[in-house]
């Protein structure tokens, strides 16, 4: 897809109006003037972000994985933090699991959006897997919460 590529396919396509308001909006947002480039850059995003979708989450898994590793090898070896930089590992480490339920969410938003699902149940699905990450780095950080 190259920028200085003719742009000289034409379709009809048929929108709602919350989806139209919700192009536009984005448009403003991003200081796009046409609904036409706004749909050729989401489009462009959404191919993007769905070939990089499987990686991200078999990284992400094993971001998780190694996370709950941390977190269980570190409360064993301490009760307390021991310097500054312990205290700075635990916040690293909350923002990494702050990230990966949104990563979560994203993931399953684009898996069910693939298979055919609208949006309301694609982010439906999203917020599923969000409380799952959640629900289960939730009991691990409970042990940290101390050195907050």
Known sequence: ?????????????????SEARALDD?????????????????CQIGLVLTDESEAIGKNQNE????????????AEASEEPKSIYDIGAVEAVEAITFASVHISGLLEMIQAL????????????????????????????????EYR
């Open 26 to 42: 984005w448009g403003f947002a991003n200081r796009i003037k046409s609904r036409a480039e706004v749909i050729r850059r989401l």
């Open 114 to 145: 693939r298979k055919g699902d609208d949006l309301e149940g694609a982010l439906e699905a999203a917020g599923d897997a969000r409380r799952k990450v959640s629900e289960k780095l939730k009991e691990i950080a409970e042990g940290f919460k």
């Open 1 to 17: 897809m190259a920028n200085d590529e003719l742009k000289t396919i034409k379709f009809q396509m048929m929108l709602s109006e």
């Open 63 to 74: 971001a998780i994985d190694r996370l709950i590793a941390f977190l269980e090898q570190y």
